[in-house]
């Protein structure tokens, strides 16, 4: 395509952007192709960020809760999980846990991030004494817990269905559901990456009876490692499909892989150019999702605060004590403070505002910060922001 052709083209796309039509999976590779100006591809993206986020930057404040890296499963890329006998492998006791909730309860988090290995030795009933451990003792705290993965393992457990383990833990004190596991859907990827853990259909699936359920969970994308665009666009397809149908996802998150201690060690992790192209597709594809999340874990400050002008609208928070990521290299710091979170979005030009799990603005007691409330849905002050 000579550079008449690629002017032409992007103009049909842009077009379609501003009178809000959907792009075709062509449209999406056309964009994912090098030859495309990166700046103009973001420029596209951040007119529908604003148009439905307006100059907001949405934040967190949250903790991680990793309860076991014990794990049956052996997934090319990920350097987390352990063996049941390695000096590495750990799985916390209800004394440990109480205690991260403690702290997360005094230090304002409103979100407790629970995800972990799939440990044989543990029956359901220990993950779900895990939640309802929590909730029991702090139920204000919105329990986000197990992806997929962690739901199709239960399933096996139980020998139940897939809706009466998700109705089982909503008892116990579930809130929601974060996206992990998804990782690329398409087989010809999947399979080389994870080919024994819960499958494409497994995972849509189990969120589509997780929204008729009444439950609002996440989607993710892993990107960077042995997929190509076409791979990429199929997998914000199938996303943007199932929200046409049940409209539960509430924030998309592209994550950046991190190859160091995978068994993929051999490849670059991705380029800042690849993070912020990435992050400004997933904006204009995912016409049906209203937040994109820049995860400033696994993008590193700089990126993350760029990627807030490529589509995304949120940095997500201030994450204490996550493992996952750092186990396979990520060099960001361990958590921010609010005022670091703040001054990261505000350096920006955006207006930074707490949001709870299930995008609430969070109203924080003046006189002692870990006192919170729950006030009107973000997307009604973000109209107000336009």
């Known amino acids: 395509m000579n550079q008449t052709e690629l002017n032409a083209r992007f103009r049909e796309i842009r077009d379609k952007v501003e009178s809000e039509e959907r792009l075709t999976m062509d449209d999406g590779l056309f964009l994912e192709d090098p030859q495309v100006p990166l700046q103009e591809v973001g420029a ?4 529908v960020r604003e148009r439905k986020n307006g100059n907001l ?66 029956p359901y009933e220990w993950y779900r ?55 690329i859907f398409h087989p010809e990827i999947r399979d080389q990456l994870c080919e024994h853990k819960a499958n494409t259909h497994a995972w849509l699936d189990i969120h589509r009876t997780a929204h008729e359920i009444g439950l609002r969970t996440n989607c993710t994308m892993l990107y960077g490692h042995l997929e190509k665009a076409y791979h990429r666009i199929d997998h914000l397809m199938r996303l943007r499909e199932l929200q046409d149908q049940t409209g539960g996802f509430q924030v998309f998150i592209p994550l950046a892989f ?10 670059k992790k991705p380029s800042a ?72 979005i505000s350096e920006t030009g955006r207006k930074p505002v707490e949001r709870d799990t299930t995008y609430h603005e969070v109203h924080r007691d003046p006189n002692h910060f870990a006192t919170w409330t729950r006030g009107e849905p973000v997307d009604k002050i973000s109209v107000s922001a336009k």
């Not at 596209?44 to 007119?47: D, K």
């Not at 492998?89 to 972990?116: F, P, S, W």
Request: with cysteine.
């Open 258 to 267: 991190h190859p160091e201690n995978t068994k993929l060690d051999h490849l």
């Open 44 to 47: 596209l993206a951040n007119l």
């Open 129 to 183: 004494n895990l939640i309802s451990l929590l909730n029991s003792n702090y139920p204000q705290i919105d329990l986000k817990a197990w992806t997929a993965v962690e739901i199709n393992w239960f399933e096996f457990q139980t020998k139940k269905s897939v809706q009466w383990v998700l109705e089982d833990m909503r008892e116990a004190g579930l809130g929601s559901m974060p996206g992990g596991g998804a990782e």
């Open 57 to 122: 930057g949405y934040y967190n404040i949250n903790t991680h809760l990793n309860p076991t890296n014990v794990c049956v499963y052996r997934c090319r890329f990920c350097a987390f999980r352990s063996d049941l006998r390695d000096p590495k492998g750990y799985a916390m006791t209800d004394e440990q846990i109480l205690a991260r909730g403690k702290e997360a309860t005094e230090n304002g988090c409103t979100e407790m991030h629970i995800v972990g290995g799939l440990h044989h030795q543990r």
């Open 273 to 344: 150019i690849m993070d912020l192209r990435t992050m400004a597709v997933s904006r204009l594809m995912l016409d049906n999702i209203q937040h994109i999340k820049a995860y400033w874990i696994m993008l590193g400050l700089g990126t993350a605060q760029t990627a807030l002008q490529y589509g995304a609208d949120d940095i997500d928070g201030t994450v204490r004590h996550e493992l996952i990521y750092h186990d396979a290299g990520a060099t960001t710091p361990e958590f921010l403070s609010v005022d670091q979170i703040r001054h990261l």
